[in-house]
RNA sequence: CGCGGGGUAGAGCAGUUGGCAGCUCGCCAGGCCCAUAACCUGGAGGCCGUGGGUUCAAAUCCCACCCCCGCAA
């Protein structure tokens, strides 16, 4: 390893590449010399204009920021500051051939899964989803594909029964921060190669819209319980109820945040799929197999609450079908 | 000026042709019962988000502001 520090070009935009930064910054093998992020955007009710999180990381330390809308535009600029090697964690742009073969050790990125299973952007909800016992990060070495990189490291993490996908992905943020400075120190010295990945294991999940998180009753209990886990907290498992003052309007979004499954010993023709029942005095819904306890909701409008304090004041909605 | 919902008892909600502030749950006391989270009776608990205005009279109508939330991003 080399007494000069490894000249490096964070890129990155939510979240989850904050620990890798800062991971980075705080290692003296690294010198971070640009952070490349997506552009300020409108955000929250009153639209206000805000940097995204890695923008104000970088700040903090008076990084140099780049916002690019394409970062195609920034190429010549990336070319001339002769980084050694880019770190990409969750940009959310696709990055050019031409910029990935710029630094001298290419452009690394952190997955949040275990490549080749869950390439894309949804790779934690799918996890989740899939009713997967682990999960983890994998460093590649990125090519011109979309997570199709050889792999350089990969490290494990099990799903916790009650792991949201916002939990699982903390996790997995902290895992790869973690592992990071590892692998590419690895790499660098030439103690690792990196490992093609196996194509015909590979699976792709797309990015989620808020369309996807509708749940569909006729699905089994443990299977709706899952899909709200993965779901939250965005885009967030909802169904539609009718509202009670039907002349106003036709429908409310409910959704669902936290519940547990129960096989509920009830005769089977009792209540239809999608039907809301109370069960010990909580809120239940019938799913196609075995019923689903719901602990906590959000109705349009209204702050969270626990599914008891919903039906104090909503009672109209025991009998009701979810479709 | 991005669109929209909301702030009423500890919690969740009703209550707009202005007219004594209600419901469900919880809480307190008593009763019933072998017993109870069940049932019955009684009770406490409210600046109706804030500040103005209209009115004999405002939770309700008008104006301004604060706060919370959904969509969107």
Same mark, same amino acid.
């Given at each position: 390893?080399?007494?000069? #520090?490894?000249?490096? &070009?964070? !890129?990155?935009?939510? *979240?989850? +590449?904050?620990?890798?930064?800062?991971? %980075?910054?705080? $290692? /003296?093998?690294?010198?971070?010399?640009?952070?490349?992020?997506?552009?300020?955007?409108?955000?929250?009710?009153?639209?206000?204009?805000?940097?995204?999180?890695?923008?104000?990381?970088?700040?903090?330390?008076?990084?140099?920021?780049?916002?690019?809308?394409?970062?195609?535009?920034?190429?010549?600029?990336?070319?001339?500051?002769?980084?050694?090697?880019?770190?990409?964690?969750?940009?959310?742009?696709?990055?050019?051939?031409?910029?990935?073969?710029?630094?001298?050790?290419?452009?690394?990125?952190?997955?949040?899964?275990?490549?080749?299973?869950?390439?894309?952007?949804?790779?934690?909800?799918?996890?989740?989803?899939?009713?997967? #016992?682990?999960?983890? &990060?994998? !460093?590649?070495?990125? *090519?011109? +594909?979309?997570?199709?990189?050889?792999? %350089?490291?990969? $490290? /494990?993490?099990?799903?916790?029964?009650?792991?949201?996908?916002?939990?699982?992905?903390?996790?997995?943020?902290?895992?790869?921060?973690?592992?990071?400075?590892?692998?590419?120190?690895?790499?660098?010295?030439?103690?690792?190669?990196?490992?093609?990945?196996?194509?015909?294991?590979?699976?792709?999940?797309?990015?989620?819209?808020?369309?996807?998180?509708?749940?569909?009753?006729?699905?089994?209990?443990?299977?709706?319980?899952?899909?709200?886990?993965?779901?939250?907290?965005?885009?967030?498992?909802?169904?539609?109820?009718?509202?009670?003052?039907?002349?106003?309007?036709?429908?409310?979004?409910?959704?669902?945040?936290?519940?547990?499954?129960?096989?509920?010993?009830?005769?089977?023709?009792?209540?239809?799929?999608?039907?809301?029942?109370?069960?010990?005095?909580?809120?239940?819904?019938?799913?196609?197999?075995?019923?689903?306890?719901?602990?906590?909701?959000?109705?349009?409008?209204?702050?969270?609450?626990?599914?008891?304090?919903?039906?104090?004041?909503?009672?109209?909605?025991?009998?009701?079908?979810?479709?």
């Amino acid at each position: 390893m080399s007494h000069t #520090k490894i000249k490096t &070009i964070f !890129i990155g935009t939510s *979240d989850f +590449g904050i620990p890798a930064l800062r991971v %980075l910054l705080k $290692d /003296k093998q690294f010198e971070i010399i640009a952070v490349i992020t997506q552009p300020d955007k409108p955000t929250g009710r009153k639209q206000i204009l805000t940097p995204p999180p890695i923008k104000a990381e970088a700040e903090k330390y008076q990084i140099p920021v780049f916002q690019p809308g394409r970062i195609n535009n920034l190429k010549s600029q990336i070319a001339n500051l002769k980084s050694q090697i880019i770190i990409i964690a969750a940009y959310a742009q696709i990055i050019p051939e031409e910029i990935l073969n710029l630094p001298k050790y290419g452009c690394i990125n952190i997955h949040g899964s275990l490549l080749p299973k869950y390439r894309g952007a949804a790779c934690v909800q799918a996890a989740i989803l899939n009713n997967d #016992k682990q999960t983890g &990060i994998t !460093i590649i070495k990125m *090519d011109k +594909g979309l997570d199709t990189g050889p792999i %350089l490291w990969q $490290d /494990k993490i099990n799903i916790e029964s009650g792991d949201t996908a916002g939990a699982l992905y903390e996790k997995l943020s902290l895992l790869g921060a973690k592992i990071l400075p590892v692998a590419i120190k690895k790499y660098i010295a030439g103690e690792i190669k990196p490992i093609p990945q196996n194509n015909a294991k590979a699976s792709y999940v797309k990015r989620l819209k808020k369309q996807d998180g509708l749940i569909d009753w006729a699905k089994s209990a443990v299977e709706i319980e899952r899909f709200i886990r993965a779901m939250a907290p965005w885009p967030s498992a909802y169904t539609i109820t009718k509202n009670k003052k039907q002349k106003t309007k036709n429908s409310l979004m409910l959704k669902l945040l936290e519940s547990e499954h129960e096989i509920l010993q009830i005769n089977k023709n009792k209540y239809k799929i999608g039907e809301i029942f109370l069960y010990n005095n909580k809120l239940a819904v019938q799913c196609g197999k075995d019923a689903l306890i719901i602990k906590k909701l959000q109705l349009e409008g209204k702050k969270e609450m626990k599914s008891e304090d919903f039906i104090k004041g909503n009672n109209w909605i025991i009998g009701s079908i979810l479709k």
